[in-house]
């Protein structure tokens, strides 16, 4: 079982920066792929980033590339999206999610566990 926990969400003008966190507990959360999803309003959810279980590997949705950065750090159970240049429309509430079976999902259907969400609006 894995809990997940978003932090860092907020309002930010456009081209400014924020870090989202993903928080994890679970003593065998390193053994998951870790993703970021996003559900603007109106929208379905959609795939941000991935990174595999040690954190060697790492995918990006087109629309984020270049702009946004994944990590995690598996001694302090922490997930993390840097967030840079944002424009309105990443504006959406944000997700983590933690597969276990695959290293590098990028369907949300292929996520067991799910983080309560973290709204960001970016403004113009």
């Known amino acids: 079982q894995v809990q997940l926990v978003e932090s860092g969400g907020g309002l930010v003008q456009a081209g400014g920066s924020l870090k989202l966190s993903c928080a994890a507990s679970?003593?065998?959360?390193?053994?998951?792929?870790m993703g970021w999803f996003r559900q603007a309003p109106g929208k379905e959810r959609e795939f941000v980033s991935v990174?595999?279980?040690?954190?060697?590997?790492?995918l990006y949705a087109d629309s984020v590339k270049g702009r946004f950065t994944i990590s995690r750090d598996n001694a302090k159970n922490t997930m993390y999206l840097q967030m840079n240049s944002l424009k309105p429309e990443d504006t959406a509430v944000y997700y983590c999610?933690?597969?276990?079976?695959?290293?590098?999902?990028?369907?949300?259907?292929?996520?067991?566990?799910w983080g309560q969400g973290t709204q960001v609006t970016v403004s113009l």
């Open positions: 990174i595999s279980r040690i954190g060697g590997r790492s």
């Open positions: 999610a933690a597969d276990r079976t695959r290293e590098l999902g990028v369907s949300f259907d292929e996520y067991e566990y």
């Open positions: 679970g003593r065998t959360w390193r053994n998951y792929g």
